[in-house]
């Protein structure tokens, strides 16, 4: 069984920040890359950013300069630092990541149970 727990979703004023936290647990040989999408009412899930095991990092477009996200690989736990929201951020934000349980297996992506981020105007 492999577990990705999320935390740090709220409310907050747009121009405020809150940071998400997301710890896997469970039967893990080693986790990949690792990410965080959102999914807006009446919209598609979509990337928000990505960090490889080697600490390369992605983001979208409307999150660059604002986002910032990190692992800590020995806690297996990913983070997102969102500065300078806007209501536009609003969404359930949902962690990610590809996990190999055993040595022999193949990695596969696993996905927590979402937190809601509510940015007020």
């Known amino acids: 069984q492999v577990q990705l727990v999320e935390s740090g979703g709220g409310l907050v004023q747009a121009g405020g920040s809150l940071r998400l936290s997301c710890a896997a647990s469970?039967?893990?040989?080693?986790?990949?890359?690792m990410g965080w999408y959102r999914q807006a009412p009446g919209k598609q899930r979509e990337l928000v950013a990505t960090?490889?095991?080697?600490?390369?990092?992605s983001y979208a477009d409307s999150v660059k300069g604002r986002f910032t996200i990190s692992r800590d690989s020995a806690q297996k736990t990913v983070d997102l630092q969102m500065n300078s929201l806007n209501p536009e951020d609003t969404a359930v934000y949902y962690c990610?990541?590809?996990?190999?349980?055993?040595?022999?297996?193949?990695?596969?992506?696993?996905w927590g149970q979402g937190t809601q981020v509510t940015v007020s105007s």
């Open positions: 990610n990541a590809n996990i190999q349980r055993y040595v022999l297996d193949n990695s596969k992506p696993y």
């Open positions: 960090i490889t095991t080697g600490g390369s990092v």
């Open positions: 469970g039967t893990i040989f080693s986790i990949g890359s």
